[in-house]
């Protein structure tokens, strides 16, 4: 279910012009010939049906398909309609991930997997634990990955990363996010404690019902040290033990984000 991130707006005709990396994109990694459909995500958020009309040696032009979902032209570029994915998120909450900054390859797969699983927002924390060399910016290079692991997994979500903060900077920006939605903070926090287990998690979604963004705190390869927790605590924060091994950070974001999006997605 592949679609093409586009930065640029389109003309008044409705056609996009593609060049440099996006056209070696679009040309070599999935072959894109005359003819063929493909879904494309705008910058404000739109989701078109784009029909490849001039190819060149530089360039794709691309224009407006008048394509159904049954049309047989749509499959050769992919076999789902990402759009229908796009409506099956209406009621589902924005997933932020605020995690602790681990080391720097280890931090580039979280970003790819965060953005496959529809994460809104990532925010690096910049903890008591973070490995010198570890720190941003490289803000660049993630939304270059971002942009990559949507085209690749067609998810509709524009998942955005913010430049590495403190804890107590993401927070405040959680907070006021919240106040913004007037909703009551709903926010996790991964942590081996075994007094807290899944249990916990299926009552704090049950207690917080319709919610509009839920917030996943991840610690570093040396986890979260007692001060921060203490903050995320004060915060709202509820922490979340799971019955299963060690995880490393990578493996407990991702295995943390399927867990809640699973409990709040059958609260619609």
Known sequence: ?????????????????????????????????????????????ALCAMQAQRITKKEVVLVPAAVTENDDTRAKVQGVVAGKVQESLEGVPQYWLFQFLPKTQKMD?????????????????????????????????????IKEARQQSGSPVATRILDGVSVTEALELWNAHCQEENRKPCGFVLHEDPEYGLKALIEAADDHGDQKSVA?????????????????????????????NILRAETAAIYGLAVLQQLFAYKK
């Open 1 to 45: 279910m592949r679609q093409f991130v586009c930065s640029q707006k389109p003309k008044k005709d409705g056609s996009v012009i593609i060049t440099g990396k996006d056209y070696l994109y679009l040309s070599r990694s999935l072959r894109l010939r005359i003819g063929d459909v493909i879904d494309v995500s705008f910058a404000d958020g």
């Open 109 to 145: 797969q979280i970003v790819r997997q965060a953005t496959e699983c529809g994460v809104h927002t990532i925010v690096p924390v910049i903890s008591e634990f973070t490995v010198r060399g570890s720190e941003p910016p490289r803000t660049e290079r993630w939304e270059r990955i």
């Open 216 to 244: 996943l705190a991840v610690g570093c390869e040396g986890g979260i040290s007692p001060a921060e927790l203490d903050a995320l605590y004060q915060a709202g924060f509820r922490n979340v033990h799971f019955a299963t």
